[in-house]
């Protein structure tokens, strides 16, 4: 029912990039909790007939950001001394931020997360489809839209189910 397979998704998806900013210019003529339901409706939906665990694809390119809470966690998870951890597996801004040092991320094993328990509340939350502001954070979406399998099936199902087609030369 669903597409899954990434070399597909990314093959559609690079020749559909006119197509995702006219229909990302189209949401504006939408009410946001609409869109907002919708999303996290078909990311239940989605979510539950695609299994993150079976793909792992976003762990091989996103730059996950942590909280200094979340490394103490990663500490005691993996029974490590924070410095230790910190020195290993995170990158710390002038600014304070934190995230992991390395993409693909050092904890996916064989498209598996072997932290899965502790994982991080970013990598919880991705795709991020079922929090408010769907409209506003769009265009981030669209980044993940050749790589994700539930971002891709989710964005097609809200074409069709908003009535949106698109037309060459339409804005």
Not at 41 to 63: K, P
Not at 97 to 123: A, M
Not at 143 to 164: A, D, Q, T, W
Request: proline fraction near 3%; glycine fraction near 8%; include cysteine.
């Amino acid at each position: 029912m669903y597409e899954t397979n990434l070399h597909v998704i990314a093959a559609i998806a690079a020749g559909k990039d006119e197509e995702n900013d006219h229909f990302l210019r189209s949401l504006a003529h939408h009410d946001d909790e609409v869109l907002d339901a919708m999303a996290k409706e078909l990311n239940g939906t989605v979510g539950g007939a695609i299994s993150c665990t079976d793909c792992g694809n976003c762990c091989n390119h996103l730059i996950v950001n942590i909280t200094h809470e979340e490394i103490t966690g990663l500490s005691s998870y993996l029974d490590m001394p924070e410095p230790e951890v910190r020195e290993k597996y995170i990158e710390e801004s002038l600014a304070g931020n934190c995230f992991i040092n390395s993409v693909p991320c050092h904890f996916l094993k064989e498209k598996k997360c072997s932290i899965y328990e502790g994982r991080f509340t970013e990598c919880r939350d991705f795709p991020h489809l079922h929090k408010s502001g769907f409209r506003k954070r769009f265009l981030g979406t669209l980044l993940h839209y050749g790589s994700c399998p539930i971002i891709f099936n989710v964005v097609e199902v809200m074409k069709k189910r908003l009535g949106f087609i698109e037309a060459k030369g339409n804005s």
